[in-house]
T-cell receptor, first 111, second 116 residues
Framework: GENVEQHPSTLSVQEGDSAVIKCTYSDSASNYFPWYKQELGKRPQLIIDIRSNVGEKKDQRIAVTLNKTAKHFSLHITETQPEDSAVYFCAPSLYGNKLVFGAGTILRVKS | GAVVSQHPSRVICKSGTSVKIECRSLDFQATTMFWYRQFPKKSLMLMATSNEGSKATYEQGVEKDKFLINHASLTLSTLTVTSAHPEDSSFYIC????????????FGSGTRLTVV
């Protein structure tokens, strides 16, 4: 099955700085690479995703880059704001199959 | 967009009792539903996959007799925690996979179960 590692486990940045979270996976069949943001007691919220035929995708301050050869993908948040503080999960999968979540990264944006 | 309605959002029950959690797809048909459990400050762990019209598939280590999953129709999947114990206290959340016109995974709002 899929083995997912996510780093770092916690990340503190100053408001306005950039944050990068990396996710490494093992199953070469995975073709869907989402990032979720979860606030305390809430459901995970999809913030960006990428399919395996694309190397990078950007949506305003958020971007995801994929290296299928090395089996890792990363979340990039620029110009961080206090409201970006949350737990972030990667969840690579074969699209339509179960999501396998990483351990999560606690992002703290200090103002 | 697609919506999965999950109820109850919070429940407190006594040890030894059973609790049923429902997930309904409101504007689409969900032939499959994934059920996750999340302990405080931990990740979401898949417990089982329910499929309409067939038996659920449980992940290794999940007791099928304790966590009863039923996919009664194309819009309803339920998880029943039987003979609940304090260690079953957790956040339970369902998720429907993409399909048809639905892109991406649709999550319920979650159920906070506390067993006292």
């Amino acid at each position: 099955g899929e083995n997912v590692e996510q780093h770092p486990s916690t990340l503190s940045v100053q408001e306005g700085d950039s944050a990068v979270i990396k996710c490494t996976y093992s199953d070469s069949a995975s073709n869907y690479f989402p990032w979720y943001k979860q606030e305390l007691g809430k459901r995970p919220q999809l913030i960006i995703d990428i399919r395996s035929n694309v190397g990078e995708k950007k949506d305003q301050r958020i971007a995801v880059t994929l290296n299928k050869t090395a089996k890792h993908f990363s979340l990039h948040i620029t110009e961080t704001q206090p409201e970006d503080s949350a737990v972030y999960f990667c969840a690579p999968s074969l699209y339509g199959n179960k999501l396998v979540f990483g351990a999560g990264t606690i992002l703290r944006v200090k103002s | 967009g697609a919506v999965v309605s999950q109820h109850p959002s919070r429940v407190i029950c006594k040890s030894g009792t059973s609790v049923k959690i429902e997930c309904r797809s409101l504007d689409f048909q969900a032939t499959t539903m994934f059920w996750y459990r999340q302990f405080p400050k931990k990740s979401l762990m898949l417990m089982a996959t329910s499929n309409e019209g067939s038996k659920a598939t449980y992940e290794q280590g999940v007791e099928k007799d304790k966590f009863l999953i039923n996919h009664a129709s194309l819009t309803l999947s339920t998880l029943t925690v039987t003979s609940a114990h304090p260690e079953d206290s957790s956040f339970y959340i369902c998720s429907a996979p993409p399909g048809g016109r639905v892109y991406g995974y649709t999550f319920g709002s979650g159920t906070r179960l506390t067993v006292v």
